[in-house]
């Protein structure tokens, strides 16, 4: 319980509709802020590679801090193959993931720099996501081969004789026993982007993680499974309540999964609008935010228009001098809250097939 990923918990903060008021920011500040975010994660590297803040660089949750900020360039256009400062970190970034060291034998990411199961799927993602990004053939070849072997080691974890409340989800290390959808919602993500590359993905996969995303919906179910509660969110773990953070998540893991007329999808939408954060100052507040953004994105133009307002409004506000956004209290890395911030602030670009419509 004591590194940064544990951010992608279950707390919310506090509740209300001040950061609606007011007019939209505008679109060339929004873009300003963006690129000072970039700048800082480029200027943020390190001669082997990886993007950390620390100086010098520390191993810990080096791998997946890494790949959340190359996602962050990704998500606004820029490419490993770009002949810019921008595109020079991208290949030098992609160069310390791929090192053999980063991968074990048995496909995982999630040890060498203790990021566990939740650095395991960032890194899939990322690898899914950049499947011919690679500067050459040979590249390529190896970014995919990476990417199914952590693909088959998401799918072995699955397996893992569980509860069946605990079914179909994912936990901390790929040979636990039980699950919780912040974990869960990484894998599911990295699943998609791997079979919209055309990896191998069985469908019982995203079939039994769609199942376990519906057991976390908190609400009771009458015999037949109808939902009672209908105006709800989905909880950290099966018979929990529903949280900000949780609640993004899971609306954005379902529709993923291609399940886009689930009841518990509107039900959650019907939750978000009345539940947000006013201020960033929760410790999960970055992490619900970019899954809030890109789940309402999904939701059709009436809730992305609103949902983008109100997290450029907020996210603005956040900003550091430096371009830097500051996650709260334990989690405060400033790589994690400005990668997150910068992909929450990037929906309106929808460059990576994974968060387009």
Known sequence: ?????????????????????????????????VARGIDYLVTRQHSNGVIVATAPPSETHATALTGLSMMALLAVGHRPTDDTPAGQVLRKALDYLLAAKRQDPTGYYGSSDDSRMYGHGIMTLVLAEMLGMGVDVRQDALIRERCQKAVDLIVRAQKVAKPSRFKGGWRYSPVEGDADLSVTVWQVMALRAAKNAGLTVPKDT???????????????????????????????????????????????ALQVCGDYDAPELTGTTDWLQEFKPKTASGAYFYYGTYYYAQGMYQRGETAARAAQTYVERLLLAEQKEDGR??????YASPIYGTALAILSLSVRHHFLPIYQR
């Open 1 to 33: 319980m004591r590194w940064i990923f544990l951010c992608l918990l279950f707390w919310g903060c506090g509740w209300g509709a001040a950061a609606e008021e007011g007019r939209p920011p505008d679109s060339a500040a929004v873009e300003k802020a």
């Open 206 to 252: 995203i079939d039994e993680a769609i199942d376990y995303l519906k057991r976390s919906y908190a609400s009771p179910r009458d015999k037949t499974g109808r939902i009672e509660n209908f105006k709800s969110g989905f909880a950290y773990q099966p018979g929990s309540g529903p949280t900000y953070a949780m609640a993004a998540a899971g609306l954005l």
């Open 325 to 330: 956004w500051q996650g709260a209290g334990e």
